[in-house]
């Protein structure tokens, strides 16, 4: 298959460096390096993520659906919750 590609200047440096020390083919050095990318792609398994649990020790209200109870606890017993 014939393509044309647009290089950056550090791939194209990149390649140009390893074409004189390999002594190979321009066209040798990006179809190796594409072959090895694509297959390792296929062969890299997603990396896994965990988190290690910690007691954060018992809750300071029983219940926290009671939002005027919750702002109490945190301003203080003095908090009045308007509209009660």
């Known amino acids: 298959m014939r393509t044309t590609l647009t290089l950056d200047d550090d791939v194209a440096k990149l390649l140009e460096d390893a074409r004189r020390k390999t002594g190979a083919s321009l066209r040798q050095l990006v179809n190796e390096a594409l072959r090895s990318s694509l297959e390792g792609?296929?062969?890299?398994?997603?990396?896994?993520?965990?988190?290690?649990?910690v007691s954060l020790g018992r809750p300071h209200l029983e219940h926290m659906d009671d939002v005027a109870d919750a702002l109490a606890a945190v301003e203080g017993e003095g908090f009045q919750?308007?509209?009660?």
């Open 41 to 53: 792609r296929k062969r890299a398994t997603p990396q896994r993520y965990s988190t290690k649990a």
């Open 81 to 84: 919750p308007t509209g009660r």
